[in-house]
Structure formats: C-alpha cells, structure tokens
C-alpha cells in the first residue's frame, strides 16, 4: 500500500517540516488554505477516525497537544482553527489521518 503522508514522514518525498516528536510529523500543507496551514501526522498509519482503535487514543492527544506546541511556536495568540476530515463527504483526499492547523487571519463563516 502506498501511502504519501508515511512517504513523508520516511523521508522519502521533501515537505517542510515545523515540528516532530516521537508520535506525529507536521509540515506545511503544499496547498495552504491560510497564511499558516499546517498538516500535523500521527507517525501510525491510521486510514481515518473510523479505523481508530482505543490504543490510538493516546495518538490523537498527542496530536493536538503538538497543535498546542507549534501554536506557541508560531506565536498564534489570536488564536487558531484544528480539522480533521474523515470520509467521503468531508472530503478527506488524503487516506492517513491528520489535522489541518488554521491560523494567521480571520476565518470566515463557520459550518458549526
Ligand atoms: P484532506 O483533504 O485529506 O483533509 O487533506 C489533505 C491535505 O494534504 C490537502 O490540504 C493537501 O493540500 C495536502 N497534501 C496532499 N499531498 C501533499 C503532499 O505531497 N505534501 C504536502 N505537504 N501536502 C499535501
Ligand atoms: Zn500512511
């Protein structure tokens, strides 16, 4: 199976990393959909939420703790926005789980 976020996170295809730990890669997005668009990988191909598993609860804090860490990094004061699309009618393209950090200008309408 190929996968082009394990490629990524091998080393394998280029991305420009922000941050990394012993659980997830972030990198820019190659399509950025705000000043800052970064893409935050846990290291476990995980296809989507659905094929989560209790072991990989701990994965997806870890995830959103390293939002917390690159955020302070970034100096994000006014705040940011997490996404994770799961599935067809979210659109997800990219079939290893992630969450997209938003940030750098207000956002437009929210969906909820
Ligand atoms: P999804 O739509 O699955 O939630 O998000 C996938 C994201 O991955 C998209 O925002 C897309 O721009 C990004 N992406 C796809 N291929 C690559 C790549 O090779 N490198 C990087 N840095 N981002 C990618
Ligand atoms: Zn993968």
Known sequence: MSCIFCEIIKGNIPSTKVYEDEFVTAFNDLNPQM??????VPKKHIACVNDMTE???NLVGQAFFAAKKIAAEKGLENGYR????CGEDAGQTVKHIHFHLLAGKTMGDKII
């Open 35 to 40: 000043p800052v668009h970064v893409l935050i």
């Open 55 to 57: 072991d990989d609860v």
């Open 82 to 85: 997490i996404i994770n699309n």
